[in-house]
T-cell receptor, first 116, second 114 residues
Framework: AQSVTQLDSQVPVFEEAPVELRCNYS??????LFWYVQYPNQGLQLLLKYLSGSTLVKGINGFEAEFNKSQTSFHLRKPSVHISDTAEYFC??????????????FGKGTLLTVNP | DAMVIQNPRYQVTQFGKPVTLSCSQTLNHNVMYWYQQKSSQAPKLLFH???????NEADTPDNFQSRRPNTSFCFLDIRSPGLGDAAMYLC?????????????FGPGTRLLVL
């Protein structure tokens, strides 16, 4: 079984400032890690994912995340945010295989609000 | 270019009146999921189909049912909606191959129960 903790429920920032959204996970098996973004009244859009290989993952809209196995973290970063980045961000984890490990476990989400 | 399609986007129903939400996909994925998402919460998995095999989550109420008549379509049936069932319902798909798992979500159906 896996669990995900998003440490901040809300993150307000000013436009063009850098941002980091924090995500920690726990799992008894090897994991895949994901960040999804959800704009108001829309579905979830995949931002980026870590499956294997390089621990620094680049995604859409200028976001990137770094997988840190020793700290069981997968924090999301963007060097300069825009007003349009205002949305809810969900971190999620799934196991590699076996049983129902392929199902996603989501964190509770972080609301990023970018102010002018 | 649409990949996961949900209809309708908004659904209004009356307390106790059965309602069906629809999901279709053009990705030919073998797994289809239904999630319930209430305001300011994470999506909660209700059930999923792995090919034709139905997998219910232990805490999904009996009021929620699903059908998958073919690879492309999946339906969520709420037999007797209560006020507490008002939520966004998200459909997702994935192709399980070699352990890789990426879920792709539809735009969601927002259900209002009067």
């Amino acid at each position: 079984a896996q669990s995900v903790t998003q440490l901040d429920s809300q993150v307000p920032v000013f436009e063009e400032a850098p941002v980091e959204l924090r995500c920690n996970y726990s799992s008894s098996v090897s994991v895949y890690l994901f960040w999804y973004v959800q704009y108001p009244n829309q579905g979830l859009q995949l931002l980026l994912k870590y499956l294997s290989g390089s621990t620094l993952v680049k995604g859409i809209n200028g976001f990137e995340a770094e997988f840190n196995k020793s700290q069981t973290s997968f924090h999301l970063r963007k060097p300069s945010v825009h007003i349009s980045d205002t949305a809810e961000y969900f971190c999620a984890v799934s196991g590699h295989s076996g049983g129902s490990n392929y199902k996603l476990t989501f964190g509770k989400g972080t609301l990023l609000t970018v102010n002018p | 270019d649409a990949m996961v399609i949900q209809n309708p986007r908004y659904q209004v129903t009356q307390f106790g009146k059965p309602v069906t939400l629809s999901c279709s996909q053009t990705l030919n994925h073998n797994v289809m999921y239904w999630y319930q998402q209430k305001s300011s919460q994470a999506p909660k998995l209700l059930f999923h189909y792995y090919d034709k095999d139905f997998n219910n989550e232990a805490d999904t109420p009996d009021n929620f049912q699903s059908r998958r008549p073919n690879t492309s379509f999946c339906f969520l049936d709420i037999r007797s909606p209560g006020l507490g069932d008002a939520a966004m319902y998200l459909c997702a798909t994935s192709r399980l191959a070699g352990g890789q798992e990426t879920q792709y979500f539809g735009p969601g159906t927002r259900l209002l129960v009067l």
